[in-house]
């Protein structure tokens, strides 16, 4: 098995923290979508406002474990340089 080396890590942790954040924005607007002129959410049903809160589960836990992914990778690296 290659070993990658500490600044393919480096470049590939700062890729990722972009997309994390674009997935938090992306949810921010949609959530900012739904709310009606006093700030409350709102849905046209019951099946829609499920589906809402799995699609936001599932990404808001990818863009965090990929923000934390990306975080360990740099932190690594500045472990492997100063080590």
Not at 39 to 61: N, Q, T
Request: glycine residues 8%; hydrophobic residues 45%.
């Amino acid at each position: 098995m290659e070993e990658t080396t500490p600044i393919a890590t480096l470049i590939y942790s700062i890729l990722a923290l972009p997309i994390a954040f674009s997935i938090l924005y992306w949810l921010k607007i949609r959530k900012d979508r739904h709310r009606n002129e006093s700030g409350e959410m709102e849905y046209k049903s019951l099946g829609h406002a499920l589906s809402f809160f799995v699609v936001e589960g599932i990404a808001l836990i990818g863009s965090l474990s990929i923000l934390i992914t990306g975080v360990s990778g740099i932190v690594r690296y500045i472990i492997s340089i100063y080590n």
